[in-house]
Nanobody, 121 residues
Framework: QVQLVESGGGLVQAGGSLRLSCAAS????????MGWYRQAPGKLRELVAG???????NYADSVKGRFTISRDNAKNTVYLQMNNLKPEDTAVYYC???????????????WGQGTQVTVSS
């Protein structure tokens, strides 16, 4: 099995910063894309940022210039540095990884349990 464990969420004032981390563990042969999604109350889950194994990145328009995604392939870990946070960034943030386990033929998507980010005005 594969587990994704997130950390780093919390409560912060508008304009502040937080850094989220997500470590993947288990029977991992290879990880393709990794990313962060978020879901606010009453809204659909949306992509915040993604990073390929080769470190190419993409961002939602709403976070460009404020958030930075990065990964450490040796540690199977993805990070999300969030600066200049706004109240509208308040949501549960989920880590996602596209993983091939030992013995698997194809990659499959795995999700973390989610971490709450709350930005007060």
């Amino acid at each position: 099995q594969v587990q994704l464990v997130e950390s780093g969420g919390g409560l912060v004032q508008a304009g502040g910063s937080l850094r989220l981390s997500c470590a993947a563990s288990g029977s991992i042969f290879s990880i393709n894309d990794m990313g962060w999604y978020r879901q606010a109350p009453g809204k659909l889950r949306e992509l915040v940022a993604g990073v390929t194994r080769a470190a190419s990145t993409n961002y939602a328009d709403s976070v460009k210039g404020r958030f930075t995604i990065s990964r450490d392939n040796a540690k199977n870990t993805v990070y999300l540095q969030m600066n200049n946070l706004k109240p509208e960034d308040t949501a549960v943030y989920y880590c996602n990884a596209n993983v091939k386990r030992y013995g698997d033929i194809r990659y499959s998507d795995y999700w973390g349990q989610g971490t709450q980010v709350t930005v007060s005005s």
